[in-house]
């Protein structure tokens, strides 16, 4: 198993701890973005940086994950083509996507966009809640006792 990270929107607190797991458990952790991204050095944690453009680094990943292989990601899209892959998807906030949830989240996404389109105010996502950390760090952990 390998991680790979869609790390142009991914939190700070996210890449901390897919980082510390990724040396406690050796394994390797790619962060994806059409931006530089700052890692810590390790043999275990890889930068890509991809060209600016609409979901070209989406496309990098897809491109590149393999089926068992985790991707961490809030981009539903995205976690639908790894999911068809067979590779694992995981939001920041600690849900898992699955081929059963991810229809559903894909409908949800794209009536969310229909009403931004038409003027209405969806507001964003809410701050990540201690919760939510804990949550991401457990089934991060889960996910990658079960790789062992």
Do not use: H
Request: proline residues 5%.
């Amino acid at each position: 198993m390998q991680i790979w990270v869609d790390a142009d929107a991914c939190p700070v607190v996210v890449r901390e701890i897919v980082c510390r797991a990724a040396e406690r458990t050796s394994t390797t952790a790619t962060f994806v973005a059409n931006q530089p991204v700052r890692l810590p050095r390790s043999p275990w944690l890889k930068s890509v940086q991809v060209s600016q453009g609409f979901d070209v680094a989406d496309d990098a990943i897809v491109a590149r994950c393999e089926p068992g292989d985790l991707v961490i990601t809030a981009d539903i899209p995205l976690a639908s083509e790894v999911i068809a892959k067979g590779a694992l998807a995981l939001n920041p906030r600690g849900e898992l996507y699955t081929k059963e949830s991810i229809g559903q989240r894909l409908n949800m996404r794209d009536f969310m966009d229909t009403l931004r389109a038409s003027g209405i105010d969806t507001g964003g996502a809410p701050k990540m809640s201690q919760s939510e950390r804990r949550d991401f760090a457990n089934n991060l952990d889960r996910l990658l006792a079960k790789k062992a």
